[in-house]
């Protein structure tokens, strides 16, 4: 069951990656449109764009720590995890991510 939620997690959190990746994008976007033109407009669109990225930070960071506390039941539930670490580089601390690694290893061992 728990792999069965960490692959429903991963699939949460490409998504989720990916449109605060395109958020990212559209803020570098405008902010250069701004520098640019000088235009306040994009400056405003860039404030809303921001925050809009911060949001989607927040709930890609989520879906990530849902998936670190997620028990892996094989070594590719395991592997979600370390393919989140690896997208998202720092999304975890090395000691949390071993920690979980080892109880997954030490469930699956029971």
């Known amino acids: 069951m728990s792999d069965e939620k960490l692959f429903r997690l991963d699939a949460e959190f490409k998504a989720a990656y990916a449109s605060m990746d395109a958020a990212a994008d ?5 902010e250069g449109l701004f520098q ?4 306040g407009h994009f400056h ?3 404030l809303e764009a921001e925050l ?11 879906i990530a720590r849902e998936i670190l506390t997620t028990r892996a039941s ?6 979600v995890k370390l ?12 000691d949390e991510l071993l920690k979980s690694l080892v109880a997954d290893i030490d469930g699956a061992a029971s």
């Open 26 to 30: 559209r803020v570098e976007e405008l």
């Open 44 to 46: 405003d669109d860039m």
């Open 36 to 39: 640019s033109t000088g235009q």
């Open 74 to 79: 094989s070594l590719v539930g395991m592997k």
């Open 83 to 94: 393919r989140v670490n690896e997208t998202w580089q720092g999304t975890y601390e090395d």
């Open 52 to 62: 809009k990225q911060a949001r989607l930070t927040e709930a890609a960071a989520a």
